[in-house]
């Protein structure tokens, strides 16, 4: 089964600064990757997903992430944050059925 | 319109007793899931729902947890006995399903439901 590994649980920033949130994925034949966003006492909300094409994808809130499949990863990049941008960050890959996620990285931006 | 929601948002109950957790879809979406969030960490499956089908409940963690759904409309998860490492968030979500492979399309997601089994 496909997995995904999120290296840091958390990681605290200064507003404007440029912040790099790490997945690593498991490897396999297709790949598939999301990004899901929870925003305190919110449910998820999907950033950016990576079906095929393009290996730089661009989401919502500014947020980019590149698929490298030499490295298995799907970094998650933000050239500048806000203070709105403090949240739980999941990557997540397709299972059989549902998604798998990660176990979240905490983004703590601080002014 | 109106997303997916979650009621109740929040739930306390004494160890034993049993608990339902309803999730109202995005009308329209045929597929349902339901994942548990324990404190500090990621989205565990708990089951999948195709319609009112389930095809898939091997994310169910006991015999105390089951799921139906209406249709292809509310779902509603049981867990009886609550037991204290009930305690978490459970999250519900919702999607078309237009693929084959289903959990390729993007999952809308509930606020959850907060229980806590004292």
């Known amino acids: 089964a496909q997995s995904v590994t999120q290296l840091d649980s958390q990681v605290p920033v200064f507003e404007e600064a440029p912040v790099e949130l790490r997945c690593n994925y498991s490897s396999s034949v297709s790949v598939y990757l999301f990004w899901y966003v929870q925003y305190p006492n919110q449910g998820l909300q999907l950033l950016l997903k990576?079906?095929?094409?393009?290996?730089l994808v661009k989401g919502i809130n500014g947020f980019e992430a590149e698929f490298n499949k030499s490295q298995t990863s799907f970094h998650l990049r933000k050239p500048s944050v806000h203070i709105s941008d403090t949240a739980e960050y999941f990557c997540?890959?397709?299972?059989?059925?549902?998604?798998?996620f990660g176990s979240g990285t905490r983004l703590q931006v601080q002014p | 319109g109106a997303g997916v929601s979650q009621s109740p948002s929040n739930k306390v109950t004494e160890k034993g007793k049993d608990v339902e957790l309803r999730c109202d879809p995005i009308?329209?979406?045929?597929?349902l899931y339901w994942y548990r969030q324990r404190l500090g960490q990621g989205l565990e499956f708990l089951i999948y729902?195709?319609?009112?089908?389930?095809?898939?409940k091997s994310g169910l963690p006991s015999d105390r947890f089951s799921a139906e759904r209406t249709g292809e409309s509310v779902s509603t998860l049981t867990i009886q006995r609550t037991q204290q490492e009930d305690s978490a968030v459970y999250l519900c979500a919702s999607s078309l399903a237009t693929s084959s492979g289903g959990a390729m399309d993007t999952q809308y997601f509930g606020p959850g439901t907060r229980l806590t089994v004292l």
């Open positions: 997540a890959v397709p299972g059989r059925r549902a998604l798998t």
């Open positions: 729902f195709q319609g009112n089908s389930a095809p898939d």
């Open positions: 009308s329209g979406h045929t597929a």
């Open positions: 990576y079906l095929s094409g393009s290996t």
